[in-house]
C-alpha cells in the first residue's frame, strides 16, 4: 500500500466520522492518526459536546468488533477482563472473557471508576493481553481502547493513575462547535441520529495494510533530533516533577507518521511533530504541587517547550 492509498483510506474514514462529528476536521483527523498508528486515544471534555460519539463513530467506521464498557463507581475488575467460573455440568472452571476481548472497546468516562478497576486496562494497554488464573489470553489484533472521561474538576471522578494515561497515545479535547457547526448539528438531530448510521467503510485487513504502510513512511534524522529535543526539555523545566517518558517519544513518532501519511507525504516534517506533540506528550508531564496549585499544567509546559526550541528546516 503506498501513500496515496493511504490518503485515500484515511479521508473515506473521516468523511464516514464526520457525518456525526461537525465542524472538528482536525480533532477528527488527529484521533484517526493515532488510531492508525496503533495507539490508545483518551477524549477528556465536558459533558455533552460529543465525545462518546466521536468514539462510536471511529469504532463503528473502522469494520471491526466493538464492545462499550460503561465506566461506574461499582465496576469490579472482572467485569472488564473476564472471569474463571465453576461448571457445575462438566465439574471444571471455564473462562468467560469481558468485554475487553474485541478489536476495539470504548471505557466510557472511565474516571467515573475506582483505580483498582482503572488498573484493569494496564496489561491489555500495554501487553495487548488479559492474566486470568495466572493463565495470559491474547486479545484480539488489532486492539484498541478509546476512553473517554469528563474533566477531573467535576463531581464523583477519579484522576487517572500516571501509568495509566502514559499508556495512551494521546490526549485529545473536542470542545464546543461554532455557531455555523451547532446549526447543522441540529438541524441533522432533527430527523435522526446520524452515529446510528455509520457503517464500516473499511475492512480490518485494510487497517492492517494501512498500520503496516505507515512503519514505512520516512523520518529523517533531524526530525528524530527535533523530537528528542522536544522530549528532553519537558524533563528538566523547573516546575516539572517527572517529563516525558521514552514510551511518549515513540507514540509521538509514529503518530507524526500517520499524520504525515494522512496529508498524503512520503516523510515526516517538522510541523507534523509540533502539530501533535501537546496532544501526545501533555497529559504524561507531572507538575511539582506547588507548581500545580498556581494553575501550571502539562499542556503549559508542552507549549513553553516548543516556543523555545527552534524548528529545523533541514539537515
Known sequence: MDVTQITATGRT????VETAIVGKSDTVELALAVLLSNGHLLIEDIPGVGKTTLAKALAKSLGMSFKRIQFTPDLLPSDITGSSVYNQKTGEFEVRP?????N???ADEINRTTPKTQAALLECMEERQVTIDGVPRALPSPFFVIATQNNIEMSGTYPLPEAQLDRFAARISI???SRDAEMR???LQRRSVPVDAITAVVTPSDLVDVQQAITGIQVRDFVVGYILDIISATRVLPVVQLGASPRGSLCLLHACQARAALKGRDAVIPDDVKAL????????IIVKPEHRMRGV???AC???VLSKIAVPTGP
Open 13 to 16: 474514514i473521516i468523511e464516514s
Open 98 to 102: 469481558g468485554p475487553v476481548f474485541a
Open 104 to 106: 476495539i472497546v470504548l
Open 175 to 177: 470542545g464546543h462547535p
Open 185 to 187: 448539528i441540529l438541524d
Open 277 to 284: 506533540a501537546t496532544a501526545v506528550l501533555a497529559h504524561r
Open 297 to 299: 499544567t502539562g499542556l
Open 302 to 304: 508542552v507549549n513553553e
